[in-house]
């Protein structure tokens, strides 16, 4: 799912083509996409663009008389810019959208249609979309620690709750935790004062850094090459290959659909986290540390 650092880069590459552009026509192929009737699509025929704004992993793109087009690409969804229209054959294109200055396209990949679009009249309307969470490149230490305190959970599940931290999902929250030396299951309530500092400033400096990679990447162009799965990721997605700081393999918890990677050696003292399918397996022979798992793997 695009978050934070990937959904500012989609924010400026549109803002940059769409500011002051009208909407000439707009196509919607697929029944499941759109998620609100008032007001309607129509409405915003022939209006002219006058903002582009993230509001936590969505795209929202105002317009002229205070509406505005908000688009949420959930796991699979993506953008695309082209000078012509798109082909619509495709079952993956689910909406094109024709402005003066070119044509901006939605897709999925896959058969689970979660991608969503809304219209929403006024900033109320665009508010109501807006789970709440704080920007965590806009406030301080004490606001970031008020945040993580204000309920006692696992690290892992307050980054990556709207509610909390706007934007965070679960590419940047392994990397954040990675850069802080933290553990993904240590409970927010029991964070010392310099293990909350770190994750503070492991938090700015992650989401910061990617998004000057990503604007490195995609330079004058759109960016198309959005993906949860990053060549210069330290941990997410790293499964079982070395860990960038001390070599060991990276690990991973698996829940329902949801992957955490972590680095033992570094995030976790040794400790093997207990993957709920592997562990109930496996039950007394499961590793308790990495080293155990690696002379297990030599034997």
């Known amino acids: 799912m695009p978050e934070l650092p990937d959904v500012t880069v989609y924010v400026e590459a549109l803002r940059e083509r769409l500011k002051e552009h009208s909407l000439v026509r707009m196509i919607v192929k697929s029944p499941f996409l759109l998620r609100s009737t008032d007001p309607p699509l129509s409405a915003l025929d022939g209006r002219r663009v006058t903002a582009v704004r993230r509001v936590g992993k969505r795209i929202a793109i105002g317009f002229e008389g205070d509406l505005w087009l908000v688009f949420h690409l959930m796991i699979a969804g993506r953008l695309h810019w082209s000078a012509a229209m798109p082909k619509l054959g495709s079952r993956n294109v689910l909406a094109a959208i024709h402005f003066e200055s070119g044509w901006l396209s939605l897709t999925e990949a896959g058969t689970q249609r979660r991608a969503a679009l809304h219209v929403a009249r006024g900033e109320s309307g665009l508010a109501g979309l807006d789970a709440g969470g704080l920007e965590p490149l806009d406030i301080d230490l004490k606001a970031f620690a008020q945040a993580l305190r204000s309920s006692n959970h696992t690290l892992k599940r307050s980054l990556t709750d709207p509610h909390v931290f706007s934007g965070i999902g679960n590419s940047y929250s392994d990397e954040i935790l990675f850069a802080a030396r933290l553990s993904p299951i240590a409970m927010t309530q029991k964070l010392s004062e310099e293990e909350m500092r770190q994750l503070y400033d492991a938090t700015r400096s992650t989401l910061t850094d990617w998004i000057e990679r990503l604007r490195l990447e995609a330079g004058a162009d759109f960016p198309e090459k959005v993906t949860a799965f990053r060549a210069g990721m330290a ?5 079982r290959e070395p860990c960038p700081r001390c070599g060991a393999a990276i690990q991973r918890i698996r829940y329902a659909s949801n992957e955490t990677n972590y680095c033992a050696r570094c995030q976790t003292g040794g400790r093997l986290l207990a993957d709920r399918a ?10 308790n540390t990495i080293d155990e798992l690696e002379a297990i793997k030599r034997k």
């Open 235 to 239: 941990v997410h997605g790293r499964y």
């Open 278 to 287: 592997f562990s109930r397996l496996l039950h007394d022979d499961w590793p």
